[in-house]
Structure formats: C-alpha cells, structure tokens
C-alpha cells in the first residue's frame, strides 16, 4: 500500500514557476514509477509527465515538453514537478500516482495508487 500527499499548488501569474510535491508513505515507494496527471472540470486525467523507480527514465507529454521537470528524491520518498513558464492552460487539479512499472507511462489505468491532488491555478 502506498499513500500519496501532493502539495506546493497555488495562484501563479503566467510565465511564473511553481514546484510541485508528492510526499509518499511506505518503503515501497523506491520500486514504483510515478507520474503526474492534471484534470479539469468535466475533462478525463491528462498524463503530464513520468519518472522510473529509478530516476534515470522520464517521459513528457508535448506540451509541458521543456517546461516541466518530474524528479524524485527515493530517500525522502519525494517526487517532484518543476513547472516553469507556466501557461492559463496549465490550470488544473495535479495528481501524482504510482504504478509497478514505467511501462505504464502515460496509461492512467496502469497507476496503482493515487494521490487527492493540488489545485493550479495560473492567470493571464
């Protein structure tokens, strides 16, 4: 079982930079891959971006493709979000998950646990 708490979400002005916390429970959280998804009102979860159990794999979705940086910290049990240059269309709840493998990558049944989720809020 793992347990995931995100936090740092906020009111930004565009262009501004916000990072993004996942804070994680368990000492499984070193063999999981952990992504972070963002949802809108009456719209499905939209993969944002990915990293391995190990850190040295990530992926993006194009459009946060060199404004967003996903890392972790597996001694702290910490994954982060870096979002620089943010846009009013980055505006969105932000959840961080788990799954067992990377192969689940931008697959949002893959994740297996899930965290409340940060609310994002960026204005023009």
């Known amino acids: 079982q793992v347990q995931l708490v995100e936090s740092g979400g906020g009111l930004v002005q565009a262009g501004g930079s916000l990072r993004l916390s996942c804070a994680a429970s368990?000492?499984?959280?070193?063999?999981?891959?952990m992504g972070w998804f963002r949802q809108t009102p009456g719209k499905e979860h939209e993969f944002v971006a990915v990293?391995?159990?190990?850190?040295?794999?990530?992926y993006y979705a194009d459009s946060v493709k060199g404004r967003f940086t996903i890392s972790r910290d597996n001694a702290k049990n910490t994954v982060y979000l870096q979002m620089n240059s943010l846009k009013p269309e980055d505006t969105a709840v932000y959840s961080c998950?788990?799954?067992?493998?990377?192969?689940?990558?931008?697959?949002?049944?893959?994740?297996?646990?899930w965290g409340q989720g940060t609310q994002v809020t960026v204005s023009s």
């Open positions: 368990g000492r499984t959280f070193s063999s999981y891959a």
């Open positions: 990293i391995s159990a190990s850190g040295f794999r990530t």
């Open positions: 998950a788990a799954a067992r493998d990377y192969s689940a990558r931008h697959y949002y049944t893959e994740y297996n646990y």
